[in-house]
């Protein structure tokens, strides 16, 4: 059996030490040592009890030897145990101290990974807006020129080959307008501008530009009218609309496609209903991922990219708005967006549903100045209006335009111009100057290649319209009726 070493008692000396009291420290020097007191007392019960267990383990091997030389063969057994065991711990050390520098290094990989995307990203988005002038103008170009054409007089297939196209320039026009709403989407530089504002201000502007899509595609487009007023950013949630309503048109072979509102109590949704293909429940929500195509659901007539749905999902999370979808395959499908109510101002009448719709039967010529520095714009703009049935006065300049009008004794329904003009003009500088000259300021239509959002709510503050290059000549269209049934 083991025995303890007795204990010592203590001594006077000790005992007198320990009863003396000693002299107090200064409230600092007393505050910096008592963190430290705490620390070696905590270091030696910490010890205390590392030599108590070894202690216990070398009575116990000793018990079961009961000899010295069992006492040294226990001490040896102890020492190399906590060799291996400081061993262990420095191996651990390393392999942590290497997994800390891999971390380091990947952290810092990452980070060199992410600058370098936003630089690329931001070439991209700089390349677009760069390149976008230089590729909308000849296309605006070749659109209205085809636009002016007139097929009647054409043998059938030449006709059909005009058609063609007009579709496929149309498509390229949405391709390109597409990546330019994506290189925004990433850049980061949309802010929405939130508007009280009729549902029906947005639906009557651009559902008609589809009627003659839809016709070409052999397809009944109806819309119901709302008077409800809604919250939001207009702009943006027109282009969420266009994407639904040329989504439906896109993938529905024959049928037809109903837009409409339903007043929830959180909300108006709006919805566009289609006869389509439809949509497996699987795939609804991978649907709105960019470059999704359902596997095995073809591809429609002039189909894009995969990039319509992912618009309107970024731009509804952007302006929180809650999208829905249902669909049944081989009957159809329906998509919508719910937007907040909207306050009407007190003193202003609501608009009347369906009243734009009845307004376009009571049209008449309209006088047109067309303002641009580009000839191929005002030949192909000036064609097309004149096949519409409308007087164009075309000019480079403001200048020409009103010695135009005096000369022929005309005064100007509608002027349409540029917005960078030669010498540095603007096209509203242009169109006050045309406004200028005459008693009653007409309607104005601004025509550019920026898609800044802020040059299109500063025009339209001032009263001015913004139609973006290529033109939507659906849109332009639509507009100018509702002029001439005034």
């Not at 994506?182 to 980061?188: F, M, P």
């Not at 009280?196 to 651009?206: E, G």
């Not at 239509?445 to 009263?463: F, H, I, K, N, Y």
Request: net charge positive; proline share 5%.
């Amino acid at each position: 059996m083991s025995r303890k070493p007795p204990s010592r008692p203590r001594t006077k000396a000790k005992a007198k030490a320990k009863a003396k009291p000693k002299p107090k420290a200064k409230p600092k020097a007393k505050a910096q040592a008592e963190p430290r007191a705490r620390r070696l007392a905590a270091e030696n019960r910490a010890l205390r009890k590392s030599v108590v267990a070894l202690m216990e383990r070398v009575e116990r091997a000793v018990d079961d030897q009961g000899s010295a030389f069992s006492w040294f063969q226990a001490a040896a057994t102890l020492e190399e145990t906590v060799r291996q065991r400081t061993q262990e711990y420095e191996r651990l050390n390393q392999r942590l101290k290497r997994e800390l520098e891999s971390r380091r290094e990947i952290e810092l990989a990452l980070k060199q990974a992410k600058a370098q995307a936003e630089l690329a990203n931001q070439s991209k988005t700089r390349f677009l807006a760069a390149a976008s002038h230089d590729l909308r103008q000849p296309l605006s170009s070749a659109l209205l020129f085809l636009e002016s054409v007139d097929t009647d007089a054409l043998g059938g297939r030449d006709r059909d080959y005009v058609h063609k196209a007009q579709v496929a320039l149309a498509s390229v026009s949405n391709l390109l307008g597409t990546l330019l709403d994506v290189a925004r989407l990433d850049s980061g530089s949309i802010e929405p501008q939130y508007a009280h504002f009729p549902a029906a201000t947005v639906l009557d502007r651009i559902v008609p530009e589809f009627e003659g899509v839809a016709r070409a595609a052999g397809l009944a487009l109806s819309y119901v009218a709302s008077a409800a007023w809604v919250r939001s950013d207009m702009y943006l949630l027109e282009t969420v609309l266009r994407n639904l309503i040329s989504n439906a048109i896109r993938y529905t072979p024959h049928g037809r496609v109903l837009v409409g509102c339903r007043r929830r109590r959180d909300g108006l949704e709006i919805q566009v209903h289609d006869t389509g293909i439809g949509i497996a429940a699987e795939h609804l929500d991978a649907i709105f991922a960019a470059h999704y195509q359902v596997p095995g659901g073809g591809r429609a007539r002039a189909a894009g990219i995969g990039l319509g749905l992912s618009i309107v999902d970024r731009i509804a999370a952007l302006l929180s708005l809650e999208r829905s979808v249902r669909s049944t395959p081989g009957r159809g499908s329906m998509f919508a967006v719910r937007v907040p109510y909207g306050r009407a101002p007190a003193r202003l009448a609501r608009p009347k549903p369906g009243e734009s719709a009845a307004a376009g039967l009571r049209r008449r010529p309209l006088a047109i100045a067309v303002i641009d520095d580009d000839a191929g714009i005002r030949q192909g703009l000036a064609a097309t209006l004149a096949k519409w049935g409308h007087r164009p006065v075309v000019a480079a300049t403001a200048t020409d335009a009103v010695v135009q009008f005096i000369g022929g004794d005309l005064t100007p329904d509608l002027v349409i111009s540029d917005y960078h003009l030669a010498g540095g003009i603007k096209g509203d500088a242009a169109i006050e100057e045309v406004r200028r000259e005459f008693d009653r300021a007409p309607p104005a239509v601004v025509m550019t290649s920026d898609p800044d959002p802020r040059l299109r709510q500063a025009l339209e503050a001032r009263g001015l319209t913004l139609l973006a290059k290529p033109l939507n000549l659906a849109r332009l269209r639509a507009m100018i009726e509702r002029i001439a049934a005034q």
